[in-house]
Each structure stands twice: as structure tokens, then as C-alpha cells.
């Protein structure tokens, strides 16, 4: 069928050609059998056989997610996915066709940014995220506690003095590596309240305050963490409702995307215009995982390319809703 063989054509992308001829087929497919992709392209009367590269493929803007349902082909999904937001506010959701897709999907990214989930001890500092349900984080990190098999891979529901027992315990081992995922808030507060040396952590801000406190840049952020944690570098990850990928900053705000993940910046008074790499924009992603969804999204967050083919998240355009993936001001 044209979905497998598409499925393998994207975990199977090794460069930029890979890259370039399988988001041409999943753009054909999408644009004749996702109802709402098909109509928006037809309200631009663009003409899909035209479409020869990849900057020239029409991005659904991702407040659709909102008000539709996104669907390539017809089916029951496994999975809901759905945004966080405030009381009243509209949220996006993301129909999932296939959990083994995504479970491929975020693997992949891991493995090909950090190596074998086995290898690490996973601790999960999210509360904000454990207090509702459809979260996408939430399933990941969930699958990789499991998968690595360590007795104190877990999710710690709050900061307090047996959270800090634990994060002390793993802190003395210095043969296990530890992934420490914390949302942005609850970092900030062990940095304050437990200052402590996690200096052999991967440590991972998935962002938001959620109103609990005060916004900060980003690099307020890191200075904070890495000078009351010890860290060498806080690493981020920018994922959303709406995808299937992550893409992963080891230091300095700096995301790189997997293989099968593209970064494209467009203007802001022009959505049809890519901008070259220093420009400041808006981002549109390229999910090549989203092909029971859509693979091609204009999102509502600031950013720009850089030289060294890593992008940076520099807040979100004026008048968007709020979410909870990386929305630090940088």
C-alpha cells in the first residue's frame, strides 16, 4: 500500500534529496486525500502537479487544528492528542492513526540526538502536564520510563524532599545517565529552593510558566538553572500537539531537526515567502510522520535559520494564543 511504503521512505531519509522526494509525495498524497488540506489549496488555486520543491508547498496554518479535523484518509483514531490552554480557550487536537507511528516517530528523534533510551534513567519532573490528559509529552515520556527499565525512571508529581532524595541518589552515581525532563516552572523552583549539583544530567526545559510565574528570556532562564544546578548546558525540545517529531537543542537555544523534520522560516506579512537563514520569521514545519495528518503546518511561533543549519524559537507572534512548548522570549 502507498501509506507503508511511504511509512519507510521516511525513516529511511538519509540526506537532502531523501528528504526533498519523499515530502513531494506525502504533499501529493496529503493534497488529494486530507478534505480540509485539499480545500485550502484549492481556495489558493495552486496546482499541485506545479509544486517541484519543497518552499513552494502551501503550509496549513495550525489554527485549523483548532476548528477541523485534520485527517488524511478515513479511520478511527488510536489516539487523541489535544493542546493545553487556559479555562475557555479553544484547543487543538491531533487524531492519531497509529501509536506505533509515533512511538517510531519520537524514538527515532531520541536515538538519533541522545542514543539507546536503555541507557538512561528517566526523571520526569511535569506536573503541570500530569494534571490533564491528551498530552503527546506525557505518552512519550511515559514509553520511555518503561522502556529504560531503571527502578527510579518515573514521574514525580512534585517538587519536595523526597523528589530531591531521589535526583541526590542518581547524582552520586556517576556511571548512570540521567535524563532529567522538567517543565520550566519546576526547574526554576528546584534551582531556587534546592540548588544542588546535577552536573552529570542531561537536563530538559519543555517550557511554559502556565501563569505560575513571571515570563523570563530564555537566557535568564539557563543562567538561572545552570548556575544553581551546575549544569554544563540545559537542553530544550520543540514539539507539538500537532506533530509527530521533536526537534532537540543541546545548548544555547539551538534546535536541530531529525531527518525526517524540516524547518522553514517564512515572512510575516508574506506567508508564501521562505526567508533565507539569519531572517527573522515565522516558523513553518515540515513533520514528514504527519501522513495520516498533515505534514505541513505554519505555525504561530517567531524564529529564525542559522548558518550552522539549526533554528531558534524567539517567542510567538503577536496576538497568539499561548501554549506550553517552548514559548520563552528569547
Do not use: W
Not at 496549513?60 to 488510536?78: C, D, H, M, N, R
Not at 507511528?101 to 526523571?123: A, M, P, W
Not at 508564501?272 to 505541513?296: E, Q
Amino acid at each position: 500500500m502507498l501509506e507503508q511504503a511511504l511509512e519507510k521512505q521516511v525513516f529511511d531519509i538519509q540526506n537532502e534529496h531523501d528528504f526533498e522526494k519523499t515530502a513531494l509525495s506525502i504533499f501529493r498524497y496529503q493534497a488529494t486525500h486530507n478534505e480540509v488540506y485539499k480545500r485550502y489549496i484549492d481556495l489558493l488555486k495552486v496546482d499541485i502537479d506545479a509544486i517541484q520543491s519543497i518552499d513552494k508547498i502551501p503550509f496549513l496554518p495550525i489554527s485549523f487544528f483548532k476548528q477541523q479535523k485534520i485527517v488524511t484518509g478515513q479511520f478511527e483514531p488510536a489516539i487523541l492528542f489535544t493542546s493545553s490552554g487556559t479555562t475557555g480557550m479553544v484547543n487543538s487536537t491531533h487524531f492519531v492513526k497509529d501509536e506505533q507511528l509515533y512511538i517510531k516517530s519520537f524514538l527515532h528523534c531520541f536515538r538519533q540526538f541522545y542514543g539507546n533510551e536503555k541507557d538512561f534513567t528517566f526523571v520526569c519532573l511535569l506536573p503541570s502536564y500530569l494534571e490533564r490528559t491528551g498530552s503527546s509529552l506525557i505518552y512519550m515520556m511515559d514509553y520511555l520510563v518503561k522502556a529504560s527499565g531503571k527502578a527510579q525512571s518515573g514521574f514525580y508529581p512534585q517538587l519536595n524532599d523526597s523528589f530531591v532524595n531521589v535526583i541526590q541518589s542518581l547524582q552520586k552515581n556517576k556511571t548512570q545517565k540521567v535524563f532529567f525532563m522538567g517543565v520550566t516552572f519546576a526547574l526554576l523552583e528546584l534551582a531556587e529552593k534546592f540548588p544542588c549539583d546535577l552536573s552529570n544530567f542531561i537536563i530538559m526545559e519543555t517550557g511554559g510558566m502556565k501563569g505560575r510565574r513571571k515570563e523570563i528570556t530564555r537566557a535568564e532562564l539557563y543562567e538561572t538553572l545552570q548556575q544553581n544546578l551546575n549544569a554544563k548546558a540545559i537542553h530544550s525540545e520543540y514539539g507539538m500537539t500537532e506533530l509527530l517529531s521533536q526537534a532537540y537543542s543541546k545548548e544555547n537555544g539551538q534546535f536541530y531537526c531529525p531527518k525526517h523534520m524540516k524547518i522553514l522560516i517564512r515572512d510575516l506579512n508574506d506567508p508564501f515567502t521562505i526567508l533565507a537563514t539569519n531572517k527573522t520569521g515565522v516558523i513553518n514545519v515540515i513533520d514528514l510522520a504527519n501522513i495520516y495528518s498533515c505534514a505541513f503546518i505554519a505555525t504561530q511561533d517567531a524564529g529564525k535559520m542559522l548558518n550552522n543549519g539549526s533554528f531558534e524559537v524567539l517567542g510567538r507572534v503577536d496576538h497568539s494564543d499561548v501554549r506550553g512548548c517552548n514559548l520563552l522570549m528569547g
